[in-house]
Structure formats: C-alpha cells, structure tokens
C-alpha cells in the first residue's frame, strides 16, 4: 500500500482458516534527537527524544510527567501532550530527508510501564490538535522500535509488546536494518489485530463538475 510516507507491506497471519493477527512492514524508521532537554510551561525541564516511524513524535516518560496512562486520565494526558508537543516545535527544527512536507512533529508519545507485567511497556499517543489514539500506534511504535534499538535495548527479530491507553496491543520489532539519507535506520513489523466494520463503495459520475475535487486555501 502507499502511503504518505512510503509504502508499507501488509499481510494476515491465518490459522485454521481464520485470520488471526495482522503484520505490516513500515518504512524505515530512524531516530532524530536522543536525550533532548525541553522546558514546557507548567511542567519544567523535561527529557525526550524525536523519532520517526512514518511520522516524527516526540517520547517522553509519564513518571515525569505526573500522568497515569489510564482512561481517567485522558484530559490530563491531552493537556500535558499539547504542552511537550508545542514545546518541542518551539524549540527543535525538524526536517525529512526527502519529502518536505513529512517534516514535521505530529505529535507526543507518553510511556509508561505495562499494566500486564509480560508486556514491555504502554503509551499513548496526543496527536494533531489533541486527539487520543485508541492503539498503540503503529507509526509510534515504529519510531520506538528505532529508538530501542538505537539504545541497544532491543536486538534484530526481538519482540516487544506495547500497550494502548484501552489494554489493546501492538507487537513491534526491527525486521531490518536499512539506510536513510544519512540515518541509520530499521525496517520496523508491527503486529496487531484488524476486524472487518463495513464496505464503502465510491462512485463517479462523469457529469459531476466537482468530480476531480477541490481545493480552499
């Protein structure tokens, strides 16, 4: 599939007839900035790094940040998120390699320790204007699978299992090492499961005058 930011292979893992998770390779996914200092309004000095997983986020800790990575705790973890992620922009130029408009912060990616003790870890995503992804993220996962890797805390083919702010889980590891531009970069799987919700069908009429669409700016 392409994507925005490249394409992305994707496949279903089938047992007994039954599809039972699905995996995709991402893009290569590389680390921006290791060990950043940030001073974020009402929060103080803060500690983070930028990675790139199909989009850059920047990750720091919810111990540091005073958040809990549970659902009472949402509009906390929204207003901290905005917080870093304006902070960061302020304060760090980001920039692709290649496509210009992949350059820049999408948003933070808060972690926390898992709530099952055989998973890695947990994190939630505050992207765009404060929205809350409900998975792990499969773009942020991929940007940690980099960053793990990076810091040696993970090896090629090493499984780590990450959870959302829900319980529900994505499984990351670095498939491959590759190169991009001037990064050293990792090919990232995730692994996650998908259900059917609907069929869409979209139409052309050949007499519609908006038909190829349209732009306001």
Not at 144 to 155: F, P, S
Not at 186 to 210: C, F, H, K, Q, S
Request: aromatic share 10%; charged share 20%.
């Amino acid at each position: 599939m392409d994507t925005p930011a490249g394409r992305v292979t994707a496949y279903g893992i089938r047992e007994n007839g039954r599809i039972t998770s699905i995996s995709f390779h991402n893009v290569p996914s590389f680390v921006y900035a290791r060990d950043q200092t940030v001073d974020v309004p009402g929060i103080g000095q803060l500690r983070y790094d930028v990675a790139f997983g199909g989009a850059f986020y920047a990750f720091c800790n919810a111990e540091d940040l005073g958040v809990n990575i549970t659902r009472s705790d949402f509009r906390k973890l929204i207003d901290v998120g905005v917080r870093v992620k304006q902070a960061v922009m302020d304060s760090l130029t980001i920039t692709h390699p290649f496509e210009q408009d992949l350059g820049f912060l999408y948003g933070t990616i808060i972690v926390g320790n898992a709530h099952n003790p055989q998973h890695h870890s947990r994190n939630v995503c505050i992207f765009a204007d404060g929205e809350v992804d409900r998975c792990p993220t499969g773009t942020g996962v991929s940007a940690r699978a980099a960053l793990h890797y990076a810091r040696g805390d993970i090896g090629l083919n090493v499984p780590f299992t990450i959870e959302s702010i829900l319980g529900t889980t994505f499984t990351g590891e670095v498939a491959e090492i590759a190169h991009f531009g001037s990064y050293e970069a990792v090919i990232p799987r995730v692994t996650g499961m998908a259900y059917i919700t609907g069929r869409n069908e979209l139409l052309l009429d050949p007499t519609d005058p908006l038909r190829d669409g349209f732009i306001l700016r």
